[in-house]
């Protein structure tokens, strides 16, 4: 790569020309170990349409993320293990829907591990559940233990993965006794080598059981490291960095985050790895998310993420300038390395600096921000013995580019000097081989393909797939390729007949696919009801709520066993401070354009004669201007006009129906434009 000599980096070995803050660096140096910075992938659902890219351009996805000296070459990933609930974007199929049930390959988090592994063999894997499966009953419980274990076991077994550690639970509290039962499983049943850590909450409490592990030496014993969110926002105090060091545990961040646009994401990304150990004492540092292979309705779908996979049937991906702020620091440290506390610290001008060093090369690094600094402002350096000699290479970004070589540098009797412009990002180092990764060539962008038809049956064997079809993205439950049950093919089916101990509120279980752009089509699926069951086709969807809850806002055309058929109007989550009376007065302020108004109006309803449960029937619902047509096995049975939402995606739903999950079948989904 061409070496550019840039203006704003200068060389300076004899006395500066302004006031320089001298930094000392020597391998003697107080510092704790280094274990990496990374993302979750999960919480939820994070990868539901990357499962689906063509190759080359899922392993290009994945490689842009995981490939060491390459792209953003984190070295440490943390997963949700899940657990049919809703955890934000949406949910991921458990390994175990109901007690007994015990299947490794459902799902695609054991892909995207296996893949990120390969792709960076010394790449850490950590774990940790947001939901879990009804028949766990109480988080908090030996059930759940046994949860975790199978989850591990299958990983190790049939995926053959090691996990490096693993979490208690995510921002649901803490329980002492389960962290312990928890540990003795762990030792007990072959993962004695896996770290646990507590207790990955939030807020101005999440750090309260410290001072109980003091006084409790078998909570301190069952935790390998404490953990919590978000120091960027509330910092750690002198006082619990203390009480962690006394212990003996490292300090984890399980989750921060920066939902920041452009070269703004980078470089806080960088001061907010910095900070961590600065200001908190942070050792590893795991940001909420990396891939955003979701659609662009869902929550979160841009923002935080560093790398944009929304195309599957294009092939089309989107790098962010968010990544490259995570390849300051992955391109010039390894887990393992060790913190030099010397070279540690906030600058003088705005900004801060982290130093870490390789204990057995004696390579170094140094990685620079400076968010908000004033000036220029120069920083000199003199190496003492332990560190490598010789030339340093040095990476930078500001906002009008990103992860550029500047020329090398060339101690001087041990000495060098930066000018740092401000907003700038700077990694120095005695590790050659960095690069700027990209690849030629990406597909151009294409709207979901239309007319759009699946009947379920190429998916073969579905264990290859984990048993999900293309393109469809579970808000919660799990629409699952199955046998048909009659027998004749396959199908899919909301496989979750319970309420899940879900992370976020539930509403009804259900899918969606397409494109929120789409105005007049048709959107049809064949439908077996069981008894008692309902089923429902759902269009214009518009808002899948705000990540904490799922109340959509659409329409929705559902049909019972016992013939009922109702065309819904979705508004989203219902306000506590809204005024809904009778059904005259849900109108007139339906009308309104400038009122949001949550819940669900029945806007359409008739009853079909001939409809039983345990056969298969035809729901269709056509959208065209303001005209909603609602059709059974090809019949018109209703017609209104609503104007409340004009465009939105596709979706299949299990309705709840008083507060029973409903388990249908669908198949043959056909989605047809009307121009």
């Known amino acids: 790569m061409r070496k550019i000599l840039f203006p704003i980096l200068m060389l300076l070995f004899g006395s500066g020309i302004m006031s320089a803050q001298v930094v000392q660096l020597s391998a003697q140096s107080s510092g704790k170990q280094f274990d990496g910075i990374g993302v979750v992938d999960g919480g939820g659902a994070t990868s539901v349409l990357l499962k689906d890219y063509p190759e080359p351009q899922r392993q290009q996805i994945i490689d842009m993320v995981y490939k060491p000296m390459f792209g953003a070459s984190i070295s440490a990933l943390l997963v949700e293990i899940p657990g049919d609930g809703n955890s934000t974007q949406g949910s991921m199929p458990s390994h175990s829907h109901f007690r007994g049930d015990a299947n490794f390959e459902r799902g695609y988090i054991w892909w995207v591990m296996k893949a990120a592994k390969k792709s960076n063999p010394q790449l850490s894997l950590d774990a940790t559940s947001w939901s879990a499966p009804a028949w766990v009953g109480n988080f908090w419980s030996d059930d759940m233990v046994d949860y975790y274990i199978s989850w591990m076991q299958g990983l190790r077994e049939v995926h053959g993965l090691e996990l490096d550690a693993l979490g208690c639970h995510n921002e649901k509290g803490y329980n002492y006794d389960f962290a312990k039962h928890l540990r003795q499983a762990m030792n007990e049943r072959g993962f004695k080598d896996v770290k646990l850590h507590g207790f990955g909450n939030w807020g101005d409490r999440k750090m309260e059981f410290l001072k109980d592990m003091q006084k409790d030496s078998a909570l301190a014993a069952a935790l390998d490291a404490v953990c919590a969110h978000t120091f960027s926002e509330i910092p750690l105090s002198k006082e619990q960095q203390k009480i962690c060091e006394d212990l003996g545990k490292p300090i984890w961040n399980s989750e921060d985050h920066f939902y920041l646009p452009g070269f703004d994401a980078l470089i806080s990304i960088v001061k907010g790895f910095n900070e961590n150990y600065i200001v908190s004492g942070a050792t590893k540092v795991i940001n909420w998310y990396g891939i955003a292979g979701v659609y662009p309705l869902e929550p979160y779908s841009l923002y935080p993420a560093m790398l944009l996979a929304r195309e599957p049937w294009s092939g089309n991906f989107e790098v962010r300038e968010a990544l490259w702020g995570y390849a300051h620091y992955g391109q010039f440290s390894r887990v393992g390395w060790r913190y030099l506390d010397d070279g540690c610290m906030k600058l003088k001008e705005g900004g801060s600096m982290v130093t870490l060093l390789d204990p057995n090369a004696g390579d ?24 490598k000699k010789g030339k340093l ?45 990209s690849f030629a060539e990406i597909p151009a962008s294409k709207p979901f393909p239309l007319p759009y038809t699946d009947d379920f049956e190429s998916y073969l064997p579905p264990s290859k797939y984990g048993y999900l079809p293309r393109y469809t993205a579970d808000l919660i439950g799990c629409f699952e390729l199955v046998e048909r049950p009659d027998h004749k093919g396959q199908c899919i089916r909301q496989t979750v007949g319970e309420h899940t101990l879900s992370w976020a509120p539930e509403w009804h279980h259900y899918t969606i696919l397409g494109d929120s752009a789409w105005r007049d089509y048709e959107v049809s699926a064949d439908v077996w009801l069981n008894p008692g069951d309902e089923a429902a086709v759902m269009g214009r969807l518009c808002d899948v709520g705000s990540g904490y809850g799922i109340w959509a806002k659409g329409y929705y055309l559902k049909l019972d066993d016992q013939g009922n058929c109702t065309l819904v109007l979705s508004c989203g989550k219902r306000n506590q401070r809204e005024l809904i009376g009778d059904m005259e007065q849900q109108a007139l302020i339906l009308a309104r354009k400038d009122v949001e108004v949550g819940g669900e109006y029945t806007i359409a309803s008739t009853k079909v004669e001939g409809i039983s449960a345990c056969k298969w029937y035809n729901l269709k619902l056509r959208f065209e201007g303001k005209q909603l047509t609602g059709y059974v096995d090809g019949n018109q049975v209703l017609a209104v006009t609503s104007d409340r939402y004009l465009k939105g995606m596709a979706g299949l739903m299990a309705p709840l129906q008083n507060h029973r999950v409903c388990t249908p079948y669908f198949d043959n989904l056909k989605i047809t434009p009307l121009r």
Request: charged share 25%.
């Open 364 to 387: 170094y690094s140094i990685i620079l921000e400076t968010k908000g600094a004033k000036s220029e402002q120069e920083v000199k350096f003199k190496v003492a013995k332990g560190l």
């Open 393 to 437: 290479c040095v990476w930078y970004s500001d906002k009008n580019q990103q992860f550029i070589r500047l020329e090398d540098i060339s101690p001087k009797g041990g000495t060098f000097s930066l000018m740092l412009h401000p907003d700038a990002v700077y990694s120095v180092s005695t590790l050659t081989g960095q690069q700027k990764g």
